[in-house]
């Protein structure tokens, strides 16, 4: 489904529609409950699609549904001045109000798609079956009591509450099936998703701490610390470089850390980086106790620290402060600007990663600001 644009799916939809009426009509059939049908499979996919939170997608089948309906008959009027043919007027009319809708149904999920993750997360999957069945059984009934009262002459009442709910509960079933099948489909799909995210943020924190110049400076620190024969501090700094690697490494179906378990692997970095720059890096904490059971994602924080580093010239006359701090809701970890008058390289991953894992945990994303002095990331406390 994810190779069909939304676009050639409305399309491919309002040929459904056109067909199924012109089908319909040229045998004498009902066909209302049938474009219904449709109807709703194309809402349902379109917010599929777009990730759209499960109440949108169950308040956008009544809406959809009930705007189509009179769309269709001021379409019908409209044609109908122009054209003397009922089957041809019905196809027509069904057609390009399925284009409308499908078009408006798409950019109205463009507006609610940043808050669509975090309502996924919340409902469990037969919560959200319940909420379309809902929606769809509302529509249903709407529309069998129309054409009960439609059919006035030929049948008698019973017999056409029989007809009309005997097709609609098959129809029910139908629909049903399609919703759990999507929505299903679309959790295994984020779950995957979520995983990928997740392995290529490790990939690209162990590439930064394993590259080249990282372990050339370590080492290059090592050596002197030996050579000076201070063998405590080599020892000390031997182990904080272990448990950088370990706690990188550590059990990789950890999707979030105790921010405890955080602040300790970033001070390990930190207290490598001030035997490397003895002056000119200055960090401080305010961070509430109680925030300390909090969880974010593994090596969030010490990345952050680590580009703020990376990113800035700082010496003992003008020194890099970085200030680490909570407020039960984020950890926020703020630097002041000095540019490098040489850029350190950078693709930018490991912030964008962080924002897509964080999203697919909980919906959430980080909040970045920067001004001409100061640069800050808050990532959310979960």
């Not at 600001?369 to 990331?377: A, K, M, N, P, Y």
Request: proline content about 2%; glycine content about 6%.
């Amino acid at each position: 489904m994810e190779k069909i644009s939304t676009s050639w799916l409305i399309h491919i939809f309002a040929l459904l529609h056109l067909v199924t009426a012109v089908l319909c009509r040229s045998f004498g059939m009902d066909d209302t409950l049938l474009l219904t049908l449709l109807t709703m499979t194309l809402t349902v996919l379109i917010c599929l699609r777009e990730r759209i939170s499960i109440e949108f997608t169950a308040l956008s089948i009544v809406l959809v549904n009930i705007i189509g309906y009179v769309a269709g008959i001021g379409l019908a009027a409209l044609i109908r001045l122009g054209i003397n043919n009922a089957v041809v007027e019905h196809g027509i009319s069904t057609l390009l109000t399925t284009e409308m809708l499908g078009w408006g149904m798409y950019y109205a999920t463009k507006l609610k798609t940043v808050q669509a993750a975090k309502s996924r997360n919340r409902l469990t999957l037969d919560t959200q079956a319940a909420w379309v069945l809902i929606a769809v059984g509302v529509i249903y009934i709407i529309r069998v009591i129309i054409n009960i009262w439609a059919s006035g002459s030929g049948q008698s009442l019973r017999e056409s509450t029989g007809d009309v709910l005997g097709t609609a509960i098959a129809l029910l079933i139908f629909v049903a099936d399609i919703i759990f099948i999507s929505i299903s489909a679309q959790k295994a799909m984020e779950a995957e998703r979520a995983k990928a995210d997740k392995a290529r943020f490790q990939y690209i924190n162990l590439k930064q701490q394993v590259n080249p110049h990282f372990l050339f400076n370590s080492l290059n620190v090592l050596d002197a610390l030996v050579y000076d024969g201070t063998r405590e501090e080599a020892s000390t700094y031997i182990h904080k470089l272990a448990g950088i690697y370990r706690y990188m490494l550590r059990d990789e179906g950890e999707d979030l850390v105790s921010l405890s378990d955080e602040l300790d692997f970033t001070g390990q970095y930190l207290d490598l980086m001030r035997v490397r720059f003895p002056s000119g890096l200055d960090v401080g904490m305010d961070v509430k106790d109680d925030d300390l059971r909090r969880n974010v994602v593994p090596c969030a924080v010490q990345l952050l620290v680590e580009n703020a580093t990376k990113h800035n010239a700082f010496s003992a006359a003008e020194p890099l402060h970085i200030n680490i701090s909570t407020n039960h809701d984020t950890v926020t970890i703020t630097n002041n600007l000095m540019p490098r008058l040489t850029p350190s390289s950078s693709t930018g991953l490991g912030l964008s990663y962080i924002r897509r894992v964080y999203l697919n945990l909980c919906g959430k994303k980080p909040e970045i600001l920067r001004t001409d002095g100061e640069f800050s990331v808050s990532l959310p406390l979960l």
